[in-house]
């Protein structure tokens, strides 16, 4: 019988480093978008060490669910204020990948936490959150204009 779940190559994804060419015109956003990144690669390089406990996993993931939480609520609110078209689907998009990630957060609790699992979200989610999702809306991501006011 042919084994229904052949061994997956355990090759972790890099993370995408941001660049200027993924501002989003938001400098908060931004910034929270670099801390994500970062996160992630703190977390995909504990994947990486056999050493690493399941405890800090725990910790590295629980950091970014928090992060991820903030951010969406902020981008969201931000998306809502300037009316974006598209904010229901946008939101949905935030919905889905947060309960991935707190689905292996619970996982990671009970201790049946797959890490080759764990490393293929984080870095699907990470290479696609900002240019595939936000990007695209980036024009209802701008700072407010309040200064002009003060022309
Ligand atoms: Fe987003
Ligand atoms: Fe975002």
Do not use: F
């Amino acid at each position: 019988m042919q084994p229904k779940n052949p061994p997956k190559q355990h090759r972790v994804k890099a993370i995408p480093q941001w660049s200027p060419s993924l501002s989003v015109g938001h400098a908060k956003l931004d910034e929270q978008h670099i801390t994500l990144l970062e996160l992630g690669r703190d977390l995909m390089r504990l994947l990486e060490t056999d050493a690493a406990s399941n405890e800090q996993v725990h910790v590295a993931l629980e950091d970014i669910v928090r992060q991820a939480r903030l951010h969406d609520s902020l981008e969201e609110s931000i998306l809502e204020a300037n009316g974006c078209p598209t904010l229901a689907e946008h939101k949905q998009a935030h919905q889905t990948a947060r309960n991935e990630l707190t689905n292996m957060l619970s996982a990671a609790l009970r201790g049946d936490l797959v890490r080759p699992e764990l490393s293929r979200l984080i870095a699907d989610w990470m290479g696609h959150h900002i240019s595939e999702n936000d990007l695209p809306v980036k024009d209802y991501m701008k700072q407010p204009t309040k200064a002009r006011a003060a022309n």
